[in-house]
Structures are given as C-alpha cells and as structure tokens.
C-alpha cells in the first residue's frame, strides 16, 4: 500500500511577516494596551464634562517648549524605525543596526526632557482628579517608551554579538511597530494634556 508524500524541504523554515504568529500576536498586545489608553482618554474627557473648573484654576498655563521638543523626538524616531523597518525586510542590517542606535540615544533623550519637563509640572499627581488623570497618562506612556527603548537596545545588541536569523529579522520588524503604536498614542495625549489647557487658560501675571 503506497502512502502519498509531500516534499516540504522547500519550504521556507521562517518568516518575517503577517505570516507569523509572533505578528499576530505583536498586534494583539498593541490593541490591548491601546484599549487602555482609550480608557485613559475616555476618563480624562468625562472628568472634563464633571468638573466645571478644569484644569482647576491653580494649574498654570503648560509651557509647550519642552513637550514640542519631545513630541518633536518621538516623531522623528518613529520615521527612522520606518527606515528600520524596510532595512530589516531587504537583509540589511548595517541600516538596521544605525537606526536602532539612533532610536536608543533619542528615546533616551525623550525620557531624560520628559523627567525635566514633570519637575516643573506645578502639581502632583494627589492634589486633584485633574493631577491623578495627567500624570497616569504621562506615567503610563513612560513606561512604555521605556519597554520600547529598551527592547531596541536589547534587540541591537543581540544583534552585534550573535548571527541574526530570520527570527531576529522579525523580532526587527515588530519592535519598529511597537514604536510606531508608542509614538501615535503620544498624539492624542499631548493635544489633551498640553495643547486644550494651553488653548484654554489665559496667561496668569
């Protein structure tokens, strides 16, 4: 009795795209924690309905030139691992492995203006509802910068002490999408924590 015989040894043995359940699952925990961000934002705008005074009246006006700077870094980062991103897919590792470094020092730098910029905050995160939503949208977003930033320099030295495979090729491509997710969900956080209070509170002598 014959048995029927697939030759599979064409096959590729990885991939470095939607094919893989690492992908998959890369997108998965993005929509989670985007989820949570949502909430965040949902809070922060029913705050806003309930409270007739917010930001309340002892909040100062946001200096912007800090957070621009910031905001500035992040995307700029976001393109260089757009770069890394195509790097990774055409096997080219010496523009992968500049784009990670560039992305470590700059998202370095983002967190280090970050910690300036909450120095001069003007109010703590336990003196209103408006101090609790802020600084748990600017931690929040901080902790996953950090994640981000520190996956990319794991990821770079991986890749200078040891042969990168395909599976390193899609270890890659989804940190550069998880820095993607970390930089847009900064978008919306940033118009409601410094752009709306700016608008809307006058300058104070």
């Not at 043995?13 to 961000?37: H, K, P, Q, Y």
């Not at 691992?81 to 195509?86: G, K, L, Y």
């Not at 998202?107 to 995160?125: E, M, P």
Request: hydrophobic share 60%.
């Amino acid at each position: 009795m014959s048995r029927r015989v697939i030759d599979v040894s064409a096959l590729p043995v990885g991939t470095a795209d939607s094919r893989s359940l690492i992908w998959w699952g890369n997108l998965a925990m993005m929509t989670i924690e985007g989820t949570m961000f949502a909430m965040l934002i949902a809070t922060y705008l029913y705050l806003r309905v309930a409270n007739l005074d917010w930001p309340p009246s002892t909040v100062r006006r946001p200096d912007l030139a800090l957070p621009l700077v910031d905001l500035a870094i992040l995307v700029l980062t976001a393109l260089i691992m757009v770069a890394a991103d195509r790097g990774a897919r055409r096997a080219r590792l010496g523009l992968v492995q500049l784009c990670f470094a560039i992305g470590v020092v700059a998202g370095i730098a983002f967190l280090a203006i970050r910690w300036d910029n909450l120095a001069w905050i003007g109010f703590r995160w336990s003196d209103h509802a408006y101090g609790s939503i802020v600084w748990t949208m600017i931690g929040f977003h901080s902790f996953h910068m950090i994640a981000a930033v520190g996956e990319t320099a794991l990821l770079l030295f991986y890749s200078f002490v040891r042969p990168v495979t395909k599976k390193q090729v899609l270890d890659f491509r989804c940190t550069a999408v998880y820095w993607y997710f970390v930089a847009i969900t900064w978008i919306p956080l940033f118009a409601l924590i410094y752009v709306a209070p700016w608008l809307g509170r006058k300058v104070r002598m």
